[in-house]
C-alpha cells in the first residue's frame, strides 16, 4: 500500500525542513502510516507539498538514519516493522511507578538568590584589577599553546610563581613538581579525599565546619566523625582521639572555618604528633588565612612537618574572585602523580588560559600589591561591622573577628533561622545560618556575614537592616 499526501500538513513552526520532518514523524507515531506502508514517492511530496526535491530528500535521509523508514531499491520508502511501542509517545508514568535506581547523597543544593548582600565567602569584586587582568588576558589570548592539552600537573610557569609566594607567606614546603593546579579548592579537597581513603573508611573533620567538606566526604563515601573546633585556638587538641582508625583528619588550623579560631604553635605541633604516632594523613584547607589583622599568617602544618604527611590545599577564590575557578594540592612527590590522576579522571585539563594569566599576575608583582590592597580594606570593614553590631546588639558574641573575610554573629538564644531568612532574602542580604556549618554538637544560633564585597557605606546599611531584622 502506498500511503497518500491528503493528510499531511505544515504547521509553520521553523523550516520547511523542520516542518516536514515532524509531520512525516507524526504520521507514524500516530499510527496512521502503518508498518510496511509505502511512503509517497519525494517527486510526489514535493509537487503536493510545494516543496524542493532537496529538502523532501533530506528529510527522507533522516529519516532512514532515526530507523522510522528504509529504502526498497526500485520503489522508494516504506514504514519500518517495528514493535508497536516504538511508534507511541513516551509513558512518563512508566518511570514514575518503576524508578531507576539511583544514590542518594543528601547534598542541598543553592537556595535563593545567587548573590547578595554581606555573603559569605565573597572578595572585594568592585575593587579587584579588571583592566590589569584583560591586559594579561590579551597578552595570551592567541597563543596556540594554551588552546591545547596540558600537563597533568597544571601550567608550569604558574606553578613555579606559586613557590616563592608558598613559601614565603605560609612556609610551605615545595617546588613546581609537588604542586598540582586544581579547578578551585573545592576540587583539591575532593582528590586529597580519594587519595587518603577508600568508601568505608574513617576521616575526621571540625565542626563547626566547611560545609562542601562535608558534602565532598560524603561523595567519597566515607564516615566521618566531628571533632570540636569551636574554641579560639580552633580544634581542640583534648579532641583528638587516641587510639584512631581514622585515615585522615582536615583541619583549618590557619583561620578556623567558620567562627575563626587560629591555632596556636603548640597546638600546631601537637596535632603533628599525634598524625604520627597514628599514621594519619592532615589535610590543611588554607582557604583565607592570607587575611590576619593582629599578625602575620602563622607558619603552615605543611611546613612545620617538612611537606610530609599534610596534603595543603589552597584557592584564589577568596584572594582573587570565586568565577577563577583555580585552586591547587600541595602534595609529597611520592603522591603528586596520583593526584594529577584524579584530576585527570575527574576533570581533563584545567584550562590554561587563566592558569597563563595568573602566573603573569603573581610574577610581576600585581597579585602582592593587590593582597596588601585588600588586607587593608578587608581590616577597615570588619572592624566596621565589629563596631555596629557590638553597639546594636551587646548580648550577642562575635566570632572571627581577628582574620578573613566573614564575622560570626552569635544568639544568645533560639531564633526562628528560617523565618529570619526569608526576611533577609527580601532585603537582598545573603547572610548565613550558623547552623549550616554545625554537624554534631549542640545547636547554635547565629549569622556567619561577609564582609568584604561592599563599600563600607553599603556594609553599614546591610548590617543596620540586619539588626533591625533580628531583633
Known amino acids: 500500500m502506498r500511503l497518500l499526501t491528503d493528510s499531511l500538513l505544515l504547521n509553520g513552526e521553523g523550516n520547511l525542513q523542520q516542518q516536514l520532518y515532524r509531520t512525516l514523524k507524526q504520521q ?23 516543496l524542493s526535491r532537496n529538502t523532501v530528500n533530506q528529510v527522507l535521509q533522516q529519516l532512514v538514519a532515526e530507523g522510522y523508514i528504509e529504502g526498497l531499491a526500485g520503489r522508494g520508502y516504506q514504514v519500518c516493522e517495528l514493535p508497536e511501542q ?76 606559586l613557590v616563592p609566594y608558598l613559601r614565603q607567606s605560609r612556609q610551605v614546603v615545595c617546588d613546581e613538581h609537588n604542586i598540582l593546579i586544581t579547578a578551585g579548592a573545592q576540587q583539591a579537597l575532593f582528590v586529597a579525599a580519594k587519595l587518603v581513603a577508600r568508601a568505608g573508611d574513617s576521616v575526621l573533620m571540625e565542626t563547626p ?3 562542601r567538606l562535608k558534602q565532598a566526604l560524603q561523595l567519597c563515601q ?59 594523613w592532615l589535610v590543611e584547607d588554607d582557604y583565607d ?11 603552615s602544618l605543611q611546613g612545620l612537618a617538612g611537606g610530609e604527611g599534610v596534603l595543603f590545599a589552597g584557592s584564589f577564590s577568596k584572594t582573587l574572585f570565586p568565577a577563577l575557578r ?51 580594606h578587608y581590616q577597615q570593614n570588619k572592624q566596621l561591622a565589629i563596631s555596629i553590631l557590638q553597639q546594636a546588639l551587646p548580648q550577642c558574641r562575635l566570632h572571627a573577628t581577628e582574620a578573613g573575610l566573614h564575622i560570626v554573629l ?15 532574602t527580601q532585603h537582598g542580604i545573603k547572610a548565613q ?15 556567619v556575614i561577609g564582609i568584604a564585597n561592599s563599600s563600607q557605606a553599603e556594609l553599614a546599611a546591610a548590617l543596620q537592616q540586619l539588626v533591625t531584622l533580628s531583633r
Request: aromatic share 10%; hydrophobic share 45%.
Open 28 to 50: 507514524m507515531l500516530s499510527g496512521q502510516w502503518p508498518g510496511s506502508a509505502l511512503l509517497p514517492s519525494s517527486r510526489q511530496l514535493a509537487a503536493d507539498l510545494q
Open 86 to 161: 516504538y511508534f507511541q509517545p513516551v509513558d512518563t508514568q512508566l518511570y514514575a511507578d518503576h524508578s531507576l535506581p539511583l544514590n542518594h547523597y543528601n547534598l542541598p543544593l543553592k537556595q535563593g538568590p545567587v548573590n547578595g548582600l554581606l555573603q559569605p565567602g565573597v572578595p572585594a569584586l568592585q575593587l579587584f584589577p579588571y583592566a590589569i587582568w584583560q591586559r594579561l588576558q590579551q597578552r595570551h589570548g592567541n597563543r596556540a599553546a594554551l588552546h591545547g592539552f596540558a600537563d597533568p600537573l597544571g601550567y608550569l610557569p604558574l606553578r613555579q610563581a
Open 209 to 211: 565546619g566547611y560545609p
Open 222 to 280: 566515607l564516615h566521618i566523625t566531628h571533632l570540636d573546633a569551636a574554641s579560639t585556638e580552633g580544634l581542640s587538641i583534648n579532641a583528638l582521639p587516641s587510639p584512631c582508625q581514622a585515615k585522615a583528619l582536615f583541619l583549618t588550623p590557619g583561620h578556623q572555618y567558620p567562627l575563626g579560631g587560629i591555632m596556636p604553635l603548640s597546638g600546631r605541633l601537637a596535632v603533628l604528633d599525634w598524625a604520627k604516632q597514628h599514621a594519619i
Open 289 to 299: 588565612s592570607e587575611f590576619q589583622y593582629r599578625h602575620r599568617p602563622v607558619a
Open 326 to 376: 583555580l585552586g591547587y594540592l600541595v602534595a609529597p612527590r611520592a603522591v603528586i602523580a596520583q593526584a594529577a590522576a584524579i584530576v585527570q579522571a575527574l576533570h581533563g585539563d584545567v584550562a590554561l588560559l587563566p592558569q597563563a594569566v595568573l602566573a603573569d599576575f603573581i610574577s610581576e608583582g600585581h597579585f602582592g600589591r593587590h593582597l596588601r590592597k585588600m588586607r587593608r
Open 410 to 424: 552569635e544568639f544568645p538564644q533560639p531564633i526562628d533561622e528560617g523565618r529570619l531568612l526569608a526576611e533577609l
Open 433 to 447: 545560618p550558623l547552623g549550616r556549618y554545625i554537624f554534631s554538637a549542640a545547636p547554635r544560633y547565629g549569622l
